[in-house]
């Protein structure tokens, strides 16, 4: 009889090294604040309408941009932990142009942008409870965020955040695998095709999903959660790449419903954030209320995590900046969260922008709003070789060729984004 072979042990695993990487897991947050943030109703808008036209064509340029995104928000983490000084002060650092640039750009920003993420997270709420008006509706998501953030410190405005990417995750990939994916059509999507007339939108889905100047702000999420120096490097790394995956997940996900829902169906759905309640009652006629409601929570949960995360992270960069300005030390309780200049600008994201919710729009200050944001995402590309190449930043953590030539890349295509966001924005108000 044939003697049976004993079974080998299985490798020992060192109990304390299990423990580091479930430590490591757990401290994930920065990223999925970071990440939550960058993705609100308008990027929603964008993936829906690519999906809406040409169906799965664009997939591959969802990995495209999560890539990009990954590369991008890694590299001004990787100069905050390893230089030890903020991603303004890096910019300082270049020559005071970044400072004539980003002074005017985030009060401008601020104020426009505080009323679009206030409406949009607004509009789902007035479709469930007509009760209150749009208005009504936006000025309590805009206080409800600026007390969440007052109040709270960074762990509980993380806190709120990850929830809310629960929601928004769980609602979207539920909503995706209800409209049963064609499969061998998504596959073939990974192709780098442009189909004709889409080159716009295939720019948008790569560069613009989930772009904002929050991407800048990772490095203060990151200090207000104590990394603050280089051993720290591999966690942020992780925290990053795990959060854009989960991006790349959610709007593939929303590709998915648009090419299914409606382009299939041959529905087209309208501009703006008000797109997204054009599809909540093409879900509602196709699949029941309860699948439109669910819709619309998560539509809200996207929302409000911009609100939250934006009265966050761009009040400490204007902390920041104004700290700077008036020769604070880095690290000065005044540049803080909760400190009096971080104060100021979250009253200023609240408060003023509900001028802008009862009035028209002021042509001028839509104007520079577009042409400021166009210029961003390039200048936050370019700014990140300057910083990740020279002695800025210890040797040991400079860019790699590779990394180097996914920047010069997100560079090229952001000002080709930049120039026809400023065509578009001028043509848009003129016409």
């Not at 998915?256 to 309640?277: N, Q, W």
């Not at 949960?301 to 900046?321: E, K, N, Q, R, T």
């Amino acid at each position: 009889m044939r003697e049976k072979t004993p079974l080998q042990p299985l490798p020992s695993v060192d109990p304390h090294e299990r423990l580091e990487t479930i430590q490591r897991w757990r401290l994930i947050g920065p990223g999925l604040v970071v990440a939550a943030t960058g993705v609100g109703a308008a990027d929603m808008v964008a993936t829906l309408t690519a999906g809406s036209r040409y169906g799965y064509t664009l997939l591959w340029a969802v990995v495209v941009g999560t890539i990009m995104k990954i590369v991008l928000v890694e590299g001004a983490g990787r100069y905050s932990l390893a230089s030890g000084r903020t991603i303004f002060e890096g910019w300082r650092s270049l020559g005071r142009w970044t400072t004539w640039y980003f002074g005017p750009y985030i009060l401008i920003w601020g104020f426009v942008y505080g009323a679009t993420a206030m409406s949009s997270s607004a509009l789902p709420l007035a479709a469930l409870f007509p009760v209150l008006p749009l208005w009504a509706w936006a000025i309590l998501m805009g206080l409800l965020g600026f007390g969440i953030v007052w109040a709270g410190r960074y762990a509980f405005v993380e806190k709120i955040t990850a929830a809310m990417v629960g929601i928004m995750f769980l609602v979207m990939v539920g909503l995706a695998i209800i409209t049963l994916p064609n499969i061998p059509q998504m596959i073939t999507g990974l192709i780098p095709v442009i189909p004709q007339g889409g080159v716009v939108y295939t720019l948008a889905l790569a560069g613009g999903v989930g772009g904002t100047i929050t991407l800048a702000a990772y490095g203060y999420w990151l200090r207000e959660k104590g990394w603050h120096q280089p051993r720290w490097m591999r966690v942020m790394q992780l925290d990053n790449t795990v959060a854009y995956v989960v991006t790349g997940i959610f709007v593939l996900a929303m590709l998915v419903v648009g090419a299914e829902v409606l382009y299939s169906a041959g529905y087209a759905i309208g501009a703006g954030d008000k797109g997204l309640l054009d599809l909540d009652k093409v879900l509602r006629a196709r699949y029941g209320d309860v699948i439109g409601v669910t819709f619309l929570v998560g539509f809200w949960a996207a929302s409000f995590s911009s609100v939250v995360g934006v009265w966050s992270g761009v009040s400490l960069m204007f902390a920041d900046y104004w700290g700077n300005i008036r020769h604070k030390p880095s690290g000065h309780p005044d540049t803080r969260n909760g400190g009096k200049y971080f104060k100021f600008y979250l009253l200023w994201l609240t408060f003023p922008p509900m001028l802008l919710l009862i009035l028209d729009r002021p042509v001028f200050l839509i104007l520079l709003y577009g042409v400021l944001g166009a210029l961003f995402m390039p200048f936050l590309a370019i700014t990140l070789l300057g910083l990740l190449n020279t002695s800025r930043t210890p040797k040991r953590w400079r860019n790699g060729m590779w990394t180097n030539a996914v920047l010069v890349v997100c560079a090229i295509l952001f000002i080709v984004l930049g120039v026809y966001q400023t065509y578009d924005t001028i043509t848009d108000i003129f016409s």
